[in-house]
Each structure stands twice: as structure tokens, then as C-alpha cells.
């Protein structure tokens, strides 16, 4: 079952995807800012939820650990209750003495076995849990730097229009200045042979 994070990675690459190409561009797209906002303003606030909850995971870790190592207690008990029966029996102490060793030996290969199977699953679940959220969060990087690339663009655009504007502008104020003549210059260059 899917993250709701996931969810929404893939909620965001769908508006990107169906999102309209900028004129005379294959690379740039036209996006709406609010639209995209609420997406990772949605993505923000769930981030923290999944971090909690793969940090509950890992610390589960510990308990499979303490049940391992209760479960190797409770053998370890057993055998030494098996050989205190053995042993009170006067006439088979030895033989008692051998299969209590026995016993305790086996108990203590078992219980090492349970906490290590334990400790390999609990690390085995931490690595998972850090993959994942590693992967959600380079998701996330993608998708913001590929914004900060596209509003760099329009940025860019939008300055090379003003600029053009601007240059307009000055141009055509510079052909009036040109064409302002006074009266009393008109007059002089009349009556100039």
C-alpha cells in the first residue's frame, strides 16, 4: 500500500506532466501557483507523519530484541529447573549432571540464535525505513529543484521583457526630445542665407 506521500510525488509529477508547454519552448511549462503550492504545502505537512512513523518502526527494534531475549530467559529457567529434578535424585547425579549441561548448552545455542535472528530483523527494518524516507525525500528534492528551475525561467523571461520595454521606451523618448524645436530656433534657421 502506498504512502500518502507517495500519493502525492506522484499527484505532482501527473500536473507536471499534464501541464502546457511555455510558447517556443519544449522544456519550459506554464504552471499554476496555487495549484502546485497546495501539492507541497500537502507534502510538507505529511513528511513529518512518515518520519514518525518509520522512527516507530525502528524503535520496535528494541521490543523484538527484549522478546528474544525474554524468550532465551525463559529457556535458560527451564533448563535449570529440568536439571534441579535430575539432580535430586541421588543415585543418577552424574548422568543428571551431563544432561543438565546438556540441556543449559542447548538452551543458551537457541536463545543466541533467537537474539540473533532478532537483531538481524530489527536491522533489516531500520535500513528499509531509512531507504524509504531517503527516497521520498531525493523525491522531493527532484521536484522542488525542477520548480526553482522553472521560476528561475520565467524570472529570466520576465526581465528580458522589461528590459526590451525599457529600451523601447527610452528609444522612443529620445526621437521626441529630437523633435522638440523652439519657436525661436525655427525662426533663426529661416532667416539664415
Known amino acids: 500500500m502506498n504512502s ?9 509529477d501527473e500536473y507536471i506532466e499534464e501541464c502546457k508547454f511555455k510558447a517556443f519552448s519544449n522544456t519550459e511549462i506554464i504552471v499554476n501557483k496555487d495549484e ?3 501539492l507541497l504545502g500537502e507534502l510538507r505537512l505529511r513528511i ?3 518520519v514518525k512513523r518509520y522512527q516507530k518502526i525502528i524503535s520496535n527494534q528494541d521490543a523484538i530484541i527484549s522478546d528474544a531475549q525474554t ?18 535424585d541421588h543415585e543418577i547425579t552424574q548422568q543428571a549432571q551431563a544432561q543438565a549441561n546438556a540441556v543449559v548448552e542447548q538452551a543458551q545455542a537457541q536463545a543466541e540464535e533467537i537474539v540473533a535472528r532478532a537483531v538481524e530483523e530489527a536491522d533489516e527494518v531500520r535500513r528499509s525505513a531509512i531507504q524509504y524516507t531517503d527516497d521520498m525525500l531525493n523525491n522531493l528534492q527532484t521536484i522542488l529543484n525542477r520548480s526553482m528551475d522553472e521560476a528561475q525561467g520565467r524570472f529570466s523571461a520576465f526581465m528580458q521583457t522589461m528590459q526590451s520595454n525599457y529600451d523601447v521606451i527610452s528609444s522612443n523618448r529620445e526621437e521626441l526630445a529630437g523633435s522638440l524645436v523652439s519657436p525661436d530656433q525655427e525662426f533663426t534657421e529661416e532667416e539664415q542665407p
Open 4 to 12: 500518502r506521500i507517495e500519493q502525492l510525488i506522484n499527484e505532482i
Open 36 to 38: 502546485i503550492q497546495d
Open 48 to 50: 513529518p507523519d512518515e
Open 71 to 88: 524468550q532465551a530467559q525463559q529457556i535458560l529457567a527451564d533448563a535449570q529447573a529440568q536439571t534441579a529434578d535430575l539432580v535430586n
